[in-house]
């Protein structure tokens, strides 16, 4: 039985080439990597500032589109698929903000014809951005399962690119590399 047990755990030729540091050297060594000062208030502030030029680099990748920097939920090649199919076309849903916005406008005003005829093209967009955003939900779909067969994969991308084909571009993170249309776009270089 005994026997039978060592050769489940694997051979003893896999380890990891070396020992087990102890406690005290693992403490040791991760004390070295931070200095924290002595006094509260200046470690507080050194804690700040490293959170806030971590949080700055971060930003600073994700806009950039460094895939390195990206949140879980955008990391991966079939949400890079997703984002690209959605930002290769124009949707109702990112015009959506700007025409409520308008739409609210008009309804400040008090002649009853103008509301009636606001009330009636609201009506109408919210109508068009639901079916535009059914229409995207199945040619995404039909488009990902030819893509990507295992439905472990596209687990969740579907209504990912959704959610996305709904927000207005500009405002679209990890921002888009294709431009409505399917050309790339082009870098802003920084001054």
């Given at each position: 039985?005994?026997?039978?047990t060592?050769e489940?755990?694997g051979n ?5 080439g070396?020992p087990t ?9 991760r ?7 002595k006094d ?6 050194a804690?700040?500032?490293?959170d806030r ?7 600073a ?9 990206f ?15 959605i ?16 739409v ?11 509301q009636k ?6 009506t ?6 639901v079916?535009?955003?059914i ?20 687990k ?11 927000q ?16 790339p776009?082009?870098?802003?270089l920084?001054?």
């Open positions: 039985m005994s026997n039978e060592n489940d755990f003893s030729d896999s380890g990891k070396r540091p102890k406690r005290k050297e693992s403490e040791s060594a004390k070295l990597g931070i200095s924290v000062p509260p208030k200046a470690a507080r502030r804690a700040k500032d490293r030029e971590a949080r700055s680099k971060s930003r990748g994700l806009m950039a589109g460094d895939p390195a920097f949140p879980r939920r955008d990391a991966g090649p079939v949400k890079a698929q997703v984002r690209d199919y930002d290769r076309r124009r949707t109702v849903g990112e015009f959506f903000v700007p025409f409520a916005f308008l609210l406008l008009l309804g400040l005003l008090k002649n009853p014809s103008v005829v606001v009330v009636l093209i609201w109408s967009v919210l109508l068009l951005v079916l535009d955003t229409l995207i939900g199945i040619l995404l779909g039909r488009y990902l399962r030819k893509e990507f067969p295992e439905k472990s994969d596209r969740g991308a579907v209504s990912y690119g959704v959610l996305r084909a709904l207005l571009r500009r405002f679209r993170i990890p921002p888009p590399r294709i431009k409505a249309g399917g050309k776009v082009t870098p802003k920084k001054k």
